[in-house]
């Protein structure tokens, strides 16, 4: 059984959703953030980065969401959770991921972990500013460039998805103007129609 | 044939040396940043975030350096750049990667890049004091917690491997102190003993 720890409101959310969808037998394992339990020596023993989502898997333990997401992908190929079999394909949907993790959810990241890069206030107060403008462009790139629907990759639900789905639920509290971005907003509803969708938004709030 | 586009000193090597290493028959294109060439109308039509690197493939183009290391890895299986029957060992794999991409590079970007996140001169210069530590605590996770040896998986050479060298290219540059990084900087004189890497080298030099 995978055993996945993650925290409400964090990226985690991608993984779970893809663990619902591939069917696989896991147990979602919720950590406290406001008591900091992700820098405990517990979880630190599990995960040295002190961060979610981490996955315990029978070979080891996994991070990073997009090797999370293509792991879970590769390990229940009838789930059909991605291209498996052509590489251009599978290259092109981690590049949409890495895009998501390195460049979206770190210009998200500004909002509230600053202290990662500064230790200014007034650089805290200046990120702040700047997160519906860096956070925006990102997504306007994905809405012009990269997003083909019904789904991020086209035709075929991916790994892509749930992550896209995630990383946008952020967008209001971000204070980017959604109204800008009906793809990625009609991509949202689209997910919620899903029942492992909702079960594991359901399952995150409750 | 492949199209690399690149910049030296810049992450695109660890895609080059990848190319390099798989045999794969390929022509790198060096764009010019100091005249901004990565933002020119004919580089953005390629690649609309105007970043290197860029791979031109004949089904299309490839960016985002773990997608492409991991794509160079499944386009050439008999040069044995990864893991690719394992999917826990891939997996494993990707996330050290993602790890660079999203942590090490981004931490090392606030240097030159702060504009991406910031406005304020005073934000600058408080990332600029930063960078020694977040990109030092970044290397000492690898160091401590990740790095196998002799390659960062452990004995087998893999797509984790250029792309280490690569981002610890810039340590000195970032103020961080290599004594406390013995196993990186030993496997930066090991990967200079790869006819491949030295080649490369050379070639981005030239």
Chains 1, 2 share one sequence.
């Not at 590769?74 to 590049?95: H, I």
């Not at 500064?118 to 956070?135: C, G, Y």
């Not at 639900?157 to 967008?171: A, K, S």
Request: aromatic content about 10%; glycine content about 6%.
């Amino acid at each position: 059984m995978y055993k996945l720890y993650y925290a409400p409101g964090t990226c985690a959310l991608a993984s779970h959703i893809a663990l619902e969808e591939a069917g696989a037998d896991y147990k979602a394992v919720r950590l406290d953030f406001k008591s900091n339990q992700q820098s405990s020596p517990e979880y630190l023993a599990i995960n040295p980065k002190g961060r979610v989502p981490a996955l315990v898997t029978e070979h080891g333990v996994l991070t990073e969401t997009p090797a999370i997401l293509a792991f879970i992908a590769q390990a229940f190929p009838q789930a059909k959770l991605a291209p498996l079999g052509d590489a251009f394909k599978f290259a092109e949907m981690q590049a949409f991921n890495s895009y998501l993790c390195s460049t979206v959810h770190v210009a998200h990241a500004h909002k509230m972990r600053g202290h990662r890069w500064a230790t200014e206030e007034s650089s805290f107060a200046d990120f702040k500013r700047m997160v519906p403008k860096s956070v925006g462009a990102g997504f306007a790139l994905i809405e012009r460039n990269m997003f083909r629907g019904p789904w991020v990759m086209g035709e075929a639900y991916t790994i892509c998805d749930p992550y896209l789905y995630t990383l946008g639920t952020w967008l209001e509290g971000d204070s980017v103007d959604v109204s800008t971005l009906p793809k990625v907003m009609a991509h949202r509803k689209r997910m919620l129609e899903r029942p492992a969708v909702r079960k594991v938004v359901e399952a995150e709030k409750a």
